[in-house]
């Protein structure tokens, strides 16, 4: 079901209700009413159609017509991701600590130590995922930012090139890095290897939590290699392609 | 068929005796083994893949807390079937996957020996591919987890490197583990590496 404009904000989160993550990242409240989407962007200074756009691109994982996210500015994908960054970093992530430490208190106190491991590991998976989010804001959104001005102002110069000829998306795609990884593997450890705490439902909790955070990781990513990558690529091919012209 | 391994660990003669002459009467491939100290645990319980541990509680209360750690453990291939005799339980009652209460009657201990002897069975009758990886991965995954390098396993294991690496890629792959960080974990849950040894 395609999610649009007229329709009750209220409606869209009861048909589907891992959209609250998403309204909450574009700061909007609960408690608007009856209001409609286009209502409701409004009231918030939203884009109404880029709203939708995300709404509809995590309510239905084929639906993603690019084409049409491609025609935003890059300022506000950029936003967009930031804020989900945002999220993982000072909400998510640290609600899933609260849970892993209360996981690692449910174990006897002699047995503790091998439990504060998983604490650890999650803490290093943070490290990574942080360092990840780092490197995005701090080196590829800048270039993606400077990439636009020079294609919007019609101006190849030297120093827009050079920094393609530094770093481009090309590069961008390559650094894959196994972020990931880390938590599949905390994932597996959970389900087939760690003893059972006192309370079971504390493992099922994290493991929830896990997989939803996973889950939302991999439409952040789709938003990224969907939109914004070959947007980029886009502005950097008419850059280098007028620039001896 | 591989036989299962039983073990009676409890303090009286009588019970010791009472829960064989039972456990026969199956006609499972069963190799029944009664142990009346605590030591012998070690010797028995955590060697064997595939074992059926049957323990009462007042044999727990003699256990040390090593002992008490190994056994709370969770593995495939360790059924454990709890006699609750006497006193509080010592251990969370989730380390069992039975328990035999004071008032059972012969049908109902019957039903519960057998519903565990047959989940040990499963596996091989169901033909499942075992994922346990052996003695030599476990070692590599010692050293994997201690923070070696390929290169240096291979030294000390005196195999090439290219050994190490694919005992590495089988590791991984029965496990579902891929970072050297979640192995590690692994390595201590399962007591191959001391959580100092992280610190």
Redesign the interface.
């Known amino acids: 079901m395609l999610i649009h404009s007229k329709m009750k904000l209220a409606e869209v989160i009861h048909l589907n209700y891992h959209l609250l993550q998403i309204i909450s990242r574009f700061g909007i409240n609960l408690g608007f009413g009856d209001k409609s989407i286009e209502h409701v962007c409004r009231d918030y200074f939203i884009d109404v159609d880029f709203f939708l756009e995300i709404l509809n691109s995590y309510h239905n994982k084929d639906y993603f017509p690019q084409k049409h996210l491609q025609g935003f500015s890059v300022g506000l994908i950029v936003e967009y991701l930031r804020k989900s960054h945002e999220y993982y970093l000072h909400t998510k992530i640290p609600e899933i600590e609260q849970l892993l430490q209360r996981l690692s208190d449910s174990y006897p106190e002699e047995t503790r130590e091998t439990y504060q491991l998983i604490d650890k590991f999650f803490t290093g998976y943070k490290l990574e995922l942080s360092d990840h989010i780092q490197r995005e804001e701090h080196k590829v959104y800048p270039y993606v930012f400077s990439v636009e001005n020079a294609y919007l102002a019609r101006n190849p110069t030297v120093e827009i090139v050079s920094s393609i000829h530094n770093y481009s998306m090309d590069d961008f795609e390559e650094e894959h890095d196994n972020v990931e990884d880390k938590l599949y593997d905390l994932k597996n450890i959970l389900i087939k290897y760690l003893p059972l705490p006192a309370d079971p439902r504390l493992c099922q909790a994290v493991l929830f939590e896990l997989f939803r955070l996973e889950t939302d990781l991999n439409d952040h990513a789709r938003i990224e290699d969907k939109v914004l990558v070959p947007k980029v690529k886009y502005m950097e091919k008419w850059i280098l392609e007028h620039f001896n012209a | 068929m591989e036989s299962i391994h039983v073990i009676i660990a409890d303090l009286s003669q009588l019970t010791r005796t009472g829960v064989s002459a039972i456990l026969r009467q199956f006609g499972y491939p069963t190799s029944c083994r009664e142990i009346m100290h605590p030591d012998r645990l070690t010797d028995y319980v955590f060697k064997n893949h595939n074992t059926l541990l049957i323990i009462s509680n007042s044999f727990i209360s003699k256990c040390s807390?090593d002992q008490l750690?190994n056994l709370?453990?969770?593995t495939r291939y360790l059924f454990k079937i709890l006699i609750r005799d006497s006193g509080t339980l010592l251990l969370?009652i989730?380390?069992f996957n039975e328990i035999i209460e004071p008032e059972d009657n012969d049908k109902i201990i019957f039903r519960k020996l057998e519903k565990q002897l047959q989940g040990l069975l499963k596996p091989f009758t169901a033909g499942i591919v075992q994922e346990e990886i052996s003695d030599r991965e476990k070692e590599v995954l010692r050293l994997v987890a201690m923070g070696f390098t390929n290169k240096e396993i291979a030294e000390k294991l005196f195999i090439s490197a290219h050994t190490v690496i694919t005992h590495r890629k089988n590791i991984t792959s029965k496990?579902?583990?891929?970072?050297i960080?979640?192995l590690?974990?692994?390595a201590?849950?399962?007591k191959l590496i001391s959580?100092d040894i992280?610190?």
């Open positions: 807390s750690r709370t453990a969770r969370p989730h380390t496990l579902g583990i891929k970072t960080a979640g590690t974990v692994y201590v849950i399962h959580p992280v610190n």
